[in-house]
């Protein structure tokens, strides 16, 4: 179903004790780091309340065994494995769209094709992949990978590996399975299956899907890379980037940039969804609101290995300047900013690990409910932003207090959606749904044609 309107697009990061590095010391928390799915499908119940588009689980896969230096400080992202996690959660709602976290560099198309076609299919067409190609050492380890790709190659292998799915997907038409004839003994139309047969630089296959094309065609493609590569990436695949920034300048630049490379691309810059984070603090006032993040800020642990974006900088002093460091591997847009940021307002480490990596370079709101609002629309309306993916400091409290006093805030602004219009996550965002793609020849993969909007 269409709008006449543009209507903002709110989804939700969802962690065991909230994103704030200070959260898990706070009351109300989650007072274990015990996987319990009754916690989380709490929490995604009450984003649905909320009627926000998505609830979205990241993945930081693998520890290596030498990276437990300090782990009995750190609240580690130690949970449930995205897909069963979402597989589960679809059972307990019936709306929100569900983002699982999924690394290419552990996979193969066709296994993960099948596992999402299987959930688009459990959920009722509410899912969505979050296509990951980063590879901290960790990860490297943890899966016996010796010799890692560089950065530039491991996008290239992600975005064959998401054109070999694609095809996955599209190897059965939409109705295939929906007229078997018992009289005629014929189950099925042999002109509605197509093969998928690809040689390509990382994945040689032959073959067809053994699942049924998914409810929304594909799963809804999420990404949110920052670098010029991850740029491109995007641009030509995601229908929703996670963004970070957090002034509105840096918002509207990257906002104009990713959406003005789709066009080399054949697509439309309104199939594309720019969410940029949004942590925030709400109060009955200013004050309150301030006093909330200054107590989650004071139980920041600044003892034992001091990491920013990946860099460990415990050997500097905490209230000296951030020295200068070589560029890592993973994250080269994120530390950009970051040191963008240092120099920018001359801020110790102490200060930027409580002005960046804290809340990870996202946008911090403090405030009224009013106030959050204010921001939202601010950004919503000048172009920095299709939406938010919001970044709850403290859960479950944080997230609950959004429901309840900034939601309705914005249903008053004519802002934000009353009720769902569709049942499938591609519905919510107002997305096409891809059309069939078929193969000219045995090794090439098209490029996507969309229907209407689901």
Do not use: C
Not at 386 to 410: A, K, R
Request: proline share 5%; charged share 25%; no cysteine.
């Amino acid at each position: 179903m269409t709008s006449s309107k543009r209507q903002l697009a709110l989804g939700v990061f969802l962690t065991r004790h909230g994103h704030h590095p200070g959260a898990w010391r706070q009351p109300g928390s989650a007072k274990s780091g015990r996987p319990d799915f009754n916690y989380w499908a709490d929490l995604v119940r009450t984003a649905e309340r909320g009627k926000l588009d998505t609830a979205f689980f990241a993945d930081f896969a693998g520890q290596s065994g030498d990276s437990t230096k300090g782990i009995e400080r750190r609240h580690a992202f130690l949970d449930f494995e995205p897909l069963t996690l979402t597989a589960a959660l679809a059972s307990v709602t019936s709306h929100i769209g569900l983002v699982a976290t999924v690394n290419t560099n552990f996979e193969q198309p066709y296994a993960l094709a099948r596992r999402f076609a299987s959930l688009d299919h459990i959920s009722g067409g509410r899912i969505g992949w979050n296509i990951v190609s980063s590879l901290a050492d960790g990860a490297a380890k943890s899966f016996g990978i010796d010799q890692p790709l560089s950065h530039a190659d491991r996008y290239e292998r992600a975005a064959e590996f998401v054109d070999v799915a694609r095809a996955l997907w599209d190897s059965w038409e939409d109705d295939a399975f929906e007229h078997a004839d018992r009289e005629s003994g014929i189950y099925l139309d042999s002109s509605h299956v197509h093969p998928v047969k690809h040689q390509g630089k990382h994945f040689q296959i032959s073959t067809v899907l053994d699942t049924a094309r998914p409810i929304q065609g594909h799963p809804v493609f999420v990404q949110a890379g920052n670098s010029e590569v991850g740029r491109d990436f995007a641009a030509k695949y995601a229908e929703m980037i996670y963004a970070a920034a957090q002034f509105i300048e840096e918002a509207q630049s990257f906002y104009a940039d990713v959406k003005g490379r789709m066009a080399r691309h054949g697509r439309d810059p309104d199939t594309l969804k720019v969410m940029p984070g949004l942590s925030f603090a709400i109060g009955s006032s200013r004050q309150e609101a301030q006093d909330k993040f200054a107590a989650l800020e004071s139980a920041v642990d600044f003892s034992g290995e001091l990491n920013l974006m990946g860099q460990d900088v415990s050997g500097y002093p905490l209230d000296g300047p951030l020295p200068d460091l070589p560029e890592p591997e993973n994250g080269k847009g994120r530390w950009r900013q970051l040191t963008a940021l240092a120099q920018r307002e001359n801020l110790t480490i102490r200060q930027l690990f409580l002005r960046f990596n804290a809340v990870r370079g996202h946008r911090v709101a403090i405030g009224t409910p009013s106030d959050i609002a204010d921001q939202i629309q601010d950004w919503f309306e000048r172009d920095a932003a299709d939406g938010f993916n919001l970044i709850p400091p403290l859960l479950p409290s944080s997230l609950t207090e959004f429901v309840d006093l900034v939601v309705p805030e914005l249903q008053r602004r004519g802002l934000f959606r009353t009720e769902y219009e569709s049942t499938t996550l591609r519905g919510h965002l107002h997305l096409p749904r891809p059309q069939i793609r078929q193969q000219t020849d045995e090794t090439a993969i098209a490029a996507p044609v969309l229907d209407a909007v689901a």
